[in-house]
């Protein structure tokens, strides 16, 4: 199993953060199961205040290029992006038209 971690911000708005989180509590079928057909088994989003964080789990056929690739012929998907980017706003430091910012892990503890 290999696991990531992402960050976004929301737009500072609490309004917008409960639709946000509304949305998020029935993701329809379409878009579950494209996370799913990428390769990911797991996926779970955190929130403080308007920072998001994301774990994800995947298995051995995941790519971010073919996910990238399959989001992108996803209608659903495409909709569903278009939709977020209302109450997503870039992290600071994120490229031009980046939303989830993959995070470099810098301390693991294990027994």
């Known amino acids: 199993m290999t696991q990531y971690t992402f ?4 737009v500072n708005d609490p309004k917008l953060i409960a639709e946000y989180e ?3 509590r029935s993701v ?3 878009i579950q199961q494209s996370i799913l057909d990428a390769g990911v088994t797991k996926m779970q989003i955190f929130r403080f205040e ?9 298995d051995d056929t995941f790519t971010f290029e073919r996910k990238a690739n399959m989001d992108a012929t996803n209608p659903k998907v ?4 278009q939709l977020m ?5 870039a992290i600071p430091g994120a490229k031009e038209n980046e939303k ?3 995070m470099k892990q810098i301390f693991d503890l294990k027994k």
């Open 22 to 24: 509304k949305y998020h």
């Open 85 to 89: 980017w209302k109450y997503q706003s």
């Open 50 to 58: 308007n920072r998001l964080f994301m774990i994800m789990e995947v």
């Open 28 to 30: 329809s079928s379409e």
């Open 100 to 102: 989830w910012v993959l």
């Open 78 to 81: 495409q909709e569903w992006e």
């Open 7 to 10: 960050a976004l911000d929301l």
